[in-house]
């Protein structure tokens, strides 16, 4: 295959400390440009300047987002389209991709053949606001390609926006599992240790994970729960969620909890080995890096039967399901996990092999790789 110049849009770029489009859209970035590829990443940022950086051999191009309400939707794509036909003009672009919430920017006119790659968004989520889901429009009919993280997201994204028998590609997430790895020699793992880490919201069931933390401490004293995790930052709650929760709990059942706060991800994979447990008990993701991260370090997890849960984990076998609106589910397969530590070890193992086989950086990349090589080939 001959090297390609592969583009992303991406506004979450550096990515923020936890998962996210901006960690896959890094992590798979870095991967090509090591593997011989040339690759830009375009991001409109209004708290930065414009200008453009290098990140581990990725070209960053950082356009500033600037005008008043009513022109900024315009003059952002003309800026935009102004910096990418300079940067085809320096390096023919094949390949210009991004999510929901960015391919927004492009336009048919533009240089390169167009994907939408889905992360699940506005509409998936059913999160958006009337701008946010026009946009989401907008992107796919400027697009010629779809692509998606998950067949959740692919078949609900094709349900909600009514795309009838529009092809979608569906390549997951990838996961460095070298960096997420089982426990070495310098790290012990600590018995009852519960690990929780995402953006503290209503939508990644921590309410519910701390509702549980009563009963879970009852019945096993051992039990400590570390929170790693800031609250949401785009758009900001009216209102912390964390000092409600806090409150919520009794003082017995509060010192079982340490909240970590937002961390640098290079902290997330040591602390995951620590863990006995990873829980992330979400109402709805489309394929969480977090997830992949604690099958990658060989821990029994604990997820979501809803979403992608079943397309990740198979019950019983590489992880535990549980309902995410029911405290008492996901304490149930805590206990249980904390009370059979052959059975932690038996799904961890068997979770490490599914990281390796399904999700690892390597495979992934050959994965996107083929995905290019067919749509390049086809055209517009």
């Known amino acids: 295959m001959r090297p390609l110049h592969i583009c992303f849009i991406c506004n979450e770029y550096p990515p923020a400390p936890h ?17 011989g590829h040339r690759v830009t990443v375009f991001g409109m940022h209004s708290d930065r300047p414009a200008g453009t950086e290098s990140d581990g051999g990725v070209e960053v191009v950082r356009i500033s987002r600037r005008g008043l309400p009513l022109l900024r939707f315009a003059l952002n794509r003309r800026k935009f389209a102004e910096a990418y036909r300079r940067v085809h003009a320096a390096h023919p672009i094949d390949i210009v991709e991004g999510a929901e919430i960015d391919v927004w920017l492009l336009s048919r006119s533009l240089p390169g053949v167009k994907v939408l790659r889905m992360h699940g ?3 998936f989520f059913a999160t958006g606001i009337r701008i946010q889901v026009l946009k989401e429009g907008w992107g796919l009919r400027a697009v010629q390609h779809l692509c998606a993280v998950s067949h959740c997201v692919a078949d609900g994204t094709r349900r909600m926006l009514k795309l009838g028998n529009r092809p979608i590609e569906v ?11 089982p426990v070495t020699g310098d790290v012990a793992e600590e018995d009852g240790l519960i690990l929780f880490a995402g953006t503290i919201t209503e939508r ?30 785009d758009p900001p709650p009216s209102e912390p969620m964390t000092p409600r929760l806090i409150q919520m709990m ?30 992330y008990p979400s109402h709805i ?17 604990v997820a979501s039967q809803t979403g992608p849960g079943p397309e990740i984990i198979d019950d019983g076998i590489t992880g535990l399901l ?34 390796m086989e399904r999700y690892s950086l390597e495979k992934i990349v050959d994965r996107n790789l083929e995905y290019y090589a067919k749509i390049t080939q086809l055209g517009s």
């Open 204 to 233: 990644k069931g921590i309410r519910q994970l701390i509702q549980a933390m009563p009963r879970i401490v009852a019945e096993a004293p051992q039990a400590h729960l570390e929170v790693y995790g800031g609250e949401a930052i």
């Open 322 to 355: 549980c309902n995410p609106h029911d405290p008492d589910s996901i304490a149930s397969a805590i206990l249980r996990l904390l009370k059979d530590p052959d059975l932690r070890r038996r799904l961890g193992a068997a979770a490490r092999q599914t990281a």
């Open 285 to 301: 993701e489309a394929m969480p890096i977090a997830w992949l991260e604690g099958l990658a370090a060989g821990k029994a997890v």
């Open 250 to 279: 009794p003082a017995e059942v509060a010192a079982h909890v340490e909240w970590k706060g937002r961390v640098e991800r290079t902290v997330l994979p040591r602390a995951i080995r620590r863990a006995s447990i990873c829980v």
């Open 121 to 123: 968004g506005p509409t």
């Open 19 to 35: 998962g996210g489009i901006g960690t896959f859209t890094q992590t798979l970035a870095r991967a090509l440009v090591q593997r």
């Open 171 to 181: 390549i997951p997430n990838p996961i460095n599992t070298e960096v997420f790895a």
